[in-house]
């Protein structure tokens, strides 16, 4: 299996992903479905607003940011789920054409109480376009530990 | 609607909205390629015993809900913000989702008196089980002057 058990990661660990550009049909297809504010979907509109153009809904941002992790396979059949995020900040506009990146890094690590197979980890993602940080926000993430490492 | 509308614990009520199976692996193709949410024959041996709908994918679904009210279309200048994020339960295919957004707390802008900040509770329902719950965090104008 390639991903990583829950004894793999430390606090203080930083991986960064591959960069994707995204594109304007991009934006507008996911906006129509889950964001549709005209600053996401009539380009327009987003030309006459403050933005000067249309702009990707941070929900994208952060949805892609958390495949981008999933894509580095170091979670890869040891991940299983997690209950939520944390913090999430949306500090730059994302525009078409923008090529992103994401840093995720540990923040915090531990066995679960309940269930010894498992852990808790939290990573703290950084999404950048080019150098500039467009977003921020933290994931709890339920994992695997290795197998004879269960008590 | 704006700023001036919208009281501490006024709350909205979204119309209905499902995701089916293809939309739900349609999602997490792009943006959580986990097998339970991609995999259906995978996903029932998996931790969710079937296929589940990506927690990212459930709070945009309750924010798209929200935007469809048409509310705030005039009035929101967008949110920096959002926070809380639980993925409550499960999310699976076809179940009906019913979202409710409440103001929590609202404080004019001291810099800008155009506009003011809200944050608002959003809570997502399958029938009686809340499935998705956050905060979110955003700038709205004040009603301009007539």
Redesign the interface.
């Known amino acids: 299996m390639p991903g990583l058990y829950l004894e793999e990661f430390y606090v203080g660990q930083q991986f960064t992903t591959e960069p994707v550009v995204l594109s304007e049909s991009e934006i507008i297809a996911f906006a129509e ?7 996401h979907t009539d380009k327009a509109a987003a030309e006459k607003s ?1 933005y000067g153009g249309l702009i990707a ?4 941002t ?3 940011a ?2 981008q992790w ?2 580095t396979g170091q979670q890869e059949g040891t ?13 730059a506009p994302v525009r078409p054409g923008d090529v992103l990146h994401t840093t995720v890094e540990v923040a915090d690590t531990r066995v679960s109480r309940s269930k010894p197979d498992r852990g808790i980890l939290q990573f703290a993602y950084t999404v950048r376009n080019d150098t500039e940080i467009v977003a921020t926000f933290t994931a709890i993430i339920f994992l695997k530990r290795r197998p004879d490492e269960e008590d | 609607m704006y700023f001036d509308d919208l009281p501490k614990g006024y709350t909205f009520e979204t119309e209905s909205r499902t995701l089916s199976q293809d939309d739900i692996i349609e ?1 997490a193709q ?5 097998t ?1 949410h991609t995999d259906p024959g995978a996903a029932k041996t998996g ?2 015993g079937g296929l ?1 709908a ?4 459930t ?3 309750a ?2 809900q929200f ?2 009210l048409g509310h705030i ?1 005039e009035s ?12 409550s339960a499960p999310v699976r295919p076809d179940a009906e989702l019913n979202t409710t957004v409440e103001v929590l707390e609202v404080r004019p802008s001291k810099s800008k008196p155009d506009r003011g900040v809200l944050r608002v509770q959003f809570n997502m329902a399958a029938g009686d089980t809340i499935v998705v719950r ?1 905060v979110s965090t955003f700038f709205l104008l004040r009603r301009p002057a007539a």
């Not at chain 1, 991940?79 to 500090?91: F, V, Y």
């Not at chain 2, 990506?54 to 994918?57: K, N, V």
């Open positions: 479905k889950y964001d549709p504010q005209p600053l403050i809904s941070g929900f994208q952060i949805a892609i958390a495949g999933l894509r991940g299983l789920g997690g209950p939520g995020l944390r913090k999430i900040r949306w500090l | 999602f792009l943006y959580d390629p986990q339970f931790p969710y589940i990506s927690g990212l994918q709070i945009a679904v924010f798209g935007i469809r279309v929101s200048l967008g949110g920096p913000a959002a926070d809380d994020v639980e993925y956050f």
